[in-house]
């Protein structure tokens, strides 16, 4: 079973098309993202740039289905795959919760580990990888 | 009592000096103002244009007192007080949740009720002006 | 020659990895797409629901090749394609200004033309075409 | 004279609402205030930890007079001024361009040098006093 991180879609989300700005539907997901590794114990903030390893965002792409509005509620499921020793994919299905369901986007990030100071690729650290195989 | 959002961080709520960037810090508010409608029973989507009513923000301030960074637990309070039968405000206090917690932030915004198509002040509606007087 | 539209990376772009947030890049290259329809005499309200049509963005991709800081200018060039007769592609290069300058981002936003009312495919207004077969 | 920096608004400034959202209102000023930085030959990087010296947010406030929408011309003036030899304030105001101007919103933001170390108040650096005193 993936994570899932639930939300309520609000104003600053939206744009003035009435529905939410495209750009910040990868904002709610990375939200989920940053929930999902603080369930499994880990901190965000030490991938900031407290030592010599990033993880940054070397791709993205989003499907968008349906509009999400201000007020709706939305379930963001997790899933999270290793791609190579260096490097992840996190697989994101964004829900409008209601009667029925309906899938409203598919979001993917890839995740790559780097040394900050070398500017070459690292190891992904072993609690990252163990987090990665729940997925 | 009054009605209070908690709120993780997240990284887009932060800048590149590491911490919550100040303008974001109102939409941080606005999403506790969101919660607490909603809690109310009251769906700000009606207060979107769907029809000739709406409720813009016509002032806001804020006082910076800690800086918030990605990950901290944000307790938001909500305090709303009538100013005048068409305009109100909300009293926010942000605390940053810890041993112990400390107060980060008080932000305050004034809404005022207009139509659309007159551009002239209207009366608060029934609903929200008892939502207020709860506060 | 495609449109180039220039920007300087705020702080308000950034998070606290130091850099750009990568969702923000989205919103960067819609400020070019918007520019460039500016430019071709086009306005983006007009796709905003005054009427039946919209054009909602159907998929975004980006592949994220250096990171932006807070200061650094950047070039972003836009260059449309036509893919059916409702649905058009934007392929945006993100280039960070310097000695020399270097590509930081390559990111396509698809779009589709629909009718608010009915949900189903509309064709592409002739201004919007005539643009698109600058690109 | 002060420095006035010019704009055009972009759907990602935009709520659900239409107009602007109040809170990016703050960050279309703080461009500006970093735009007049860059043009006195200053560098916001330089004040985002590189050393012990912070220049925080301690206070911002905003009086929204006109709303702006998708699409509108804005110039932004800004007008800094000396609290004390530590702390300065920077007062904003967005016009809307058109066939009359129109004042949309007056804003305003107190700076305070701080010790990133030490949390105590430092003396603002003399640049940065020299183009307070241009204001």
Known sequence: MPFVH????????TDAAGVVFFA?????CHE???EALAQAGMDLKGFLGSDDLIIPIAKSSAEYLRPLHCGDRVAISVKPSLLTPHSFAVDYE????GRPDKLAARVRTEHV????????RLKLP????AWIQTG
Chains 1, 2, 3, 4 share one sequence.
């Open 32 to 34: 989920a993202y940053e």
């Open 94 to 97: 964004i829900t409008r919760l």
């Open 6 to 13: 639930s939300r309520t879609i609000r104003l600053a989300d």
């Open 113 to 120: 580990a780097s040394s900050l100071a070398k500017r070459e």
């Open 24 to 28: 910040r539907t990868y904002a709610l």
């Open 126 to 129: 072993p609690s990252l990888v």
